[in-house]
């Protein structure tokens, strides 16, 4: 087993692209560097730059290789590599908290974006004005923090939220609190 360190930074989140030969991280800032792999090691060979507030969520998809990022500035942006630069579109959610995770529908049509406003966004194409948009019908979750996955159809979405919980004797009792 192979082991590299990339930053001396916390990672907040990465995806890998479809045979593993790259890696995007976001180093707990805006920005999200692309690691390649040759040989045993691994080099930067981009950063992609344009979100305002920290990167929250990553998604590489493996077939159309489309990187799409979420962020504290409560946006998203699709990146498509054109030649040897990655080119952003910026997604406006319509969000009024930060994006927190992000993922690509299995046929890469559409992605989901969750968010701490408790909202889930799908995000489509729009193929007449040539950008990413939220859909209408936008989800209301009880949350602000989790995963999102579409399914192989892209008509289910799975969203699972984390929620801490500690055991002890006053969570126990039936008394309010």
């Given at each position: 087993m192979a082991?590299?360190?990339?930053?001396?930074e916390p990672i907040s989140c990465h995806a890998w692209n479809k045979?593993?030969?790259q890696i995007a991280i976001c180093p707990n800032n805006h920005e999200v560097?692309?690691?390649?792999?040759s040989g045993a090691k691994w080099t930067k060979v981009h950063e992609l730059k344009e979100h305002n507030g920290q990167v929250t969520g990553i998604d590489w998809a493996p077939e159309s290789n489309?990187?799409?990022t979420c962020g504290t500035d409560r946006n998203a942006y699709v990146?498509?590599?054109k030649g040897r630069t990655w080119k952003p579109t910026l997604v406006i959610l319509r969000i009024n908290r930060a994006a927190r995770c992000v993922r690509w529908a299995p046929n890469e049509n559409k992605f989901a974006v969750g968010s701490g406003s408790r909202v889930i966004s799908i995000c489509y194409f729009e193929q007449e004005n040539d950008w990413?948009?939220?859909g209408r019908g936008q989800?209301?979750?009880?949350g602000t923090r989790g995963r999102t996955k579409?399914?192989?159809?892209?008509i289910k979405l799975d969203v699972r939220i984390p929620v801490p919980m500690t055991l002890g004797e006053s969570n126990l009792s039936s008394r309010p609190h």
């Open positions: 082991y590299h360190s990339f930053l001396v045979d593993r030969t560097h692309i690691y390649e792999k489309r990187i799409v990146w498509t590599l990413w948009v939220p989800s209301g979750l009880e579409v399914s192989p159809g892209s």
